[in-house]
Every structure is written in structure tokens, then in C-alpha cells.
């Protein structure tokens, strides 16, 4: 009840300070994540700015994080998330998140809840830009402009658990198909003088509140970690944590997505093995710990724990991953074909 009423507080102390702000504030994925001495959020100061623009590119497919299938009022129902990475020097991320059922929160009246209908229509426009239709994709560079709150460890974009169209955030597509960043290649070992660690000798998370090393370095983007065995692979399942370990014995959660390729009985990896993914924090007071690595999708490759099929949505005819079947698909696949015909393309089929 404590934490309750010292979360409310702080989140109307935080909007009568927003009260002032006039345009949504650009910023950097390293503003924006920044954080003090026990984890918590140190962006902003005393005024901080009630909308934020972020830019960055998307790492996952929504649907392999979390079920967006709208659902009656038990739980939270249809779940969206993606995250974006920043580009260039701004080594840092962000999640965005959107839920259907915020009526079930103590604060918040039924009626606060997307109907299935509403939710539809919800995800209808956050997965697509605004202005070309375009169907947002992995490797897409994206524009987000919302607001936000802290929670377990990291600032997040979303509704505040408001459904008013106020609320709502925005995503824009500056440049499709940019493609994914490279992973940062990370170790467990902190005895290595060649690659930052994530845990230290005594297997405890590495936590930097300056952000320049460690899992807070990390966060919200693409990392790898070769060389590990699963502890217990037969807990391999869809929204299963497991557990990896190297060979001095460092150990690391790893969230299993939601991806076709993520089913009981699809675990066909070595017995050593990489892993790709996205470095996550959940964690409570302090928050300090509770980071894991989020693998959305597995490609059945059997070396590495990861997708490369990166497209969503796809449809019979969707000859430019757009999530739709039109002219400008015809007019690629006769490129394609010319192009082939020629010989100076790639004529591989997926």
C-alpha cells in the first residue's frame, strides 16, 4: 500500500509539473534512460517534459513479445510492445508498450478498458505509419512521440494507462527497412579483458548507475553472448525463462518469445550455443537486477538462439513486406524478375 500510494503521488507530482511543457521534448534514448544510484529514473530533474520524441529502430515484431489478442476483462488482456534502439552514438533503448484491460487496475473504472473492437482499431494504428499505410517491421528507423513512466527499471513510452486519444503515442516511419543493429557482442565472464561482462565474480548482475558498462549499458538493445548451454532445457516453451550457463559457470536469464518458431518440442540448438536478443530489466526496489535477455523468435538454425526471418505480417503477394497487396508489389516483382534475368540480382527464394 505504501508503494501504491507513493507511486500515485509521484505520478501527480510529475503531471502538475508537465502542466508547463508546450511541445514534446526530443531526446536521446540516454536521456531518457537515465537513472541514479538504486535504479531508479534520474531524467528530467524536477520539471520533466510530459511528451518525449525518440528515434530509433525496431527490434522486434509486437506479437512475438506479448498476445495482442483482445480478450474479455480478466487480466490484462491484449498485450502490444515493441523496442527501439537509437542509432549512431546513442547506445541505448526504449520500450513501448500499450495494454487493453486498464480497468483492472485499482485506480482505474471499467469503462478505462479497450473494448475488443477499440483495441482492434488500437492496433490498427500503431502498426501502421500514419502516412503511407506502411506495416511497421524490424530494421524499420521510426520516429515515437509520446508519454511515458518508469517502471521496474526503465522509462517506458505509453498511454499512462489512459485510453483518451490524448494519450496516445505515435509512431512514424522515417526510413523503412534500415535493418537491425549489430548485437554487442557481451560476455559473463568478468575475468574477460576483451568484452564487457553483464556479472561479476560473485554471478550478481553488473550494475552501473552512470550506464557506461554493465547490463544498464545494455539495456534495450541487441546483445550476444556466445558459448552457453541451457540449465534446464526441457522447460523450452513459448513465454518460458530460461536459465544459460557458461563454462566457469555464469549464469543468465533468457525470455523465451512468442515466435512461430518458439513451440514445446522446437529446441533443436546444440548443446553450446549463441544467443541473440534484446537485454530487458523487470525489477522491483532497487532496481538494480532483474535484467534478462528477450529472444522474440528461434529460426531453427540450431546454432543460435535467434530469427532471421525478421518480416511480419506477410501476405500471399506481398512482394514488399508493406502488409499490403498492390501495384507497387507487381511493379517489384517485375523488377525482381528483370533484375534476375539479367543476372544481377538475388534470385534465392526465402
Known sequence: MKKFIMVMVITVFCHNCALFAVDPQPVTHQQFQAVNADGESDFGGLNPPETVVLEGIILNSPENLLDPTPTDPHGMGGEWQIYIQGTGSDHAGTAVWIGQNYGILGWIPPEGSYTSGEWIDELVRINHDPNSGY???????????????????????????????????????????????????VTLDPNDTLLDSLKDINDDFIFDSSRQTGCEHYQACLVRINDVSFVNPELWAPGATMEIVDSGGKTFPVLLGRGHGIQVGSNNLRPVFDVIGILDQECGLPHTAGYRIWVPDYDANGLVLTSRNQRRGNLPGDINYDGQVNLFDLAKMASQWLDCALGIGDCSVD
Open 135 to 185: 506495416l511497421f517491421h524490424p530494421g524499420d528507423l521510426v520516429q515515437v512521440t509520446g508519454k511515458y513512466v518508469f517502471y521496474n527499471g526503465k522509462n517506458n513510452i505509453n498511454e499512462q494507462h489512459d485510453k483518451d486519444p490524448n494519450s496516445n503515442f505515435d509512431i512514424k516511419l522515417i526510413e523503412p527497412a534500415l535493418g537491425l543493429p549489430q548485437p554487442d557482442l
